[in-house]
């Protein structure tokens, strides 16, 4: 074999070992590219991943750090960069799913596709209550959320007083993004109330001379003294036999939201005479706001009330929750004296 012929065939088996070694490389930054883009990085450890309002890709790069929300941190951050997520940073609460690459977890945080949470509320008693309840469901915390029911410059926007507020967050089920700011959860609620007052439901309203705003604070009454949902009309036909005739309502749940203590089960003698504006047995007409967060069915008990000549109730005896109602002081009194009576033998004093 020539020197020629020698040079010739190991230059061939150059370029064929450097074509390899190249093909290897191509394929291992190949492989390496598609794993940093499209290989399982999602651990699992946690269902969702919570963007806060105002967070930087910084923010959001230690949240997945410290949570370990991903396996490999570095070459997630090397995706984010290379995908421009770090100036595409949307607030949210994101589903996570064990297995995700970097390139779908991006793509989803990017473009704020984010899941929705189901907000469900009723039977809270009070406005802190219901601040502290909400703020476990979205981002504004229950500070937030107070201060702009206590903001009479806020709420007037809406034609409410911070006292009678309360009645515009009708119980039902929502859904809503969880970085909703409590502006705009303010603004949902109001607008769900507005489709609730229909013209026909604010007809039924001004034919017992009540405002929208007057009829929840009845029924907020009404709600609070009936347990079962089928004596609401009688209920509130009574009370607004009372306010007719200009009679106190004397509700004894209003004495028992005035004294701010939920424990009482026997309204004494000495708790009526509690100065407050929520006390119906010191004060004429309604009280300046709801004493719970009324039901729909207790809304729509007083906008369809049992036309009935009922001006007396008391709880029954037999502790069944309902009511037994009387037109007279006679009747009344012996009716009374039954459930007291009843309240003795079970020693209850309080």
């Not at 009723?122 to 702009?148: M, V, W, Y």
């Not at 309203?205 to 029924?219: D, R």
């Not at 009843?342 to 309080?350: C, F, K, P, S, T």
Request: charged share 20%; net charge positive; proline share 4%.
């Amino acid at each position: 074999m020539t020197a020629k012929k020698q040079g010739s065939g190991m230059f061939k088996k150059f370029i064929i070992a450097f074509v390899i070694v190249i093909v290897i490389l191509l394929g291992f930054t190949g492989f390496n590219y598609y794993q940093k883009y499209f290989g399982p990085n999602v651990t699992g450890k946690q269902e969702y991943l919570y963007i806060h309002t105002g967070a930087t890709f910084g923010d959001v790069f230690k949240t997945i750090q410290a949570e370990g929300i991903v396996k490999d941190t570095a070459s997630f951050g090397w995706a984010a960069r290379n995908m421009n997520y770090t100036t595409r940073v949307k607030p949210g609460k994101y589903r996570l799913h064990e297995g995700m690459g970097n390139r779908k977890l991006i793509n989803m945080l990017a473009s704020g596709t984010q899941e929705p949470v189901k907000v469900e509320f009723h039977g809270l008693r009070l406005k802190e209550q219901f601040a502290g309840f909400i703020s476990k469901k979205i981002e504004p915390d229950s500070t937030a959320i107070i201060n702009l029911l206590d903001s009479a410059s806020f709420v007037s926007k809406y034609g409410f007083t911070t006292d009678n507020v309360y009645v515009m967050f009708m119980p039902d089920s929502y859904q809503m993004y969880w970085n909703t700011s409590s502006e705009k959860f303010f603004k949902r609620m109001y607008d769900h109330y507005q489709n609730f007052w229909t013209p026909e439901r604010k007809r039924l309203a001004e034919a017992i001379n009540l405002t929208p705003q007057e009829v929840s604070v009845l029924a907020s009454i009404v709600d609070a003294e009936a347990l079962h949902d089928d004596e609401m009309p009688a209920v509130a036909g009574l009370y607004l036999n009372r306010l007719k005739k200009g009679m106190k309502l004397e509700a004894d749940p209003t004495v028992i939201f005035a004294l701010n203590d939920f424990t009482i089960k026997r309204v004494l003698l000495r708790y009526l005479s509690y100065n407050s504006p929520y006390n119906t047995y010191l004060h004429n007409g309604l009280p300046p706001g709801p004493i719970m967060m009324p039901s729909v069915n207790a809304v729509k008990a007083v906008l369809n009330y049992q036309k009935n000549d009922y001006i007396y109730m008391c709880a029954k005896a037999d502790f069944s929750g309902y009511h037994a109602f009387a037109n007279n002081p006679a009747d009344h009194a012996v009716n009374a004296h039954k459930f007291q009576q009843a309240l003795n033998d079970r020693n209850i004093r309080r």
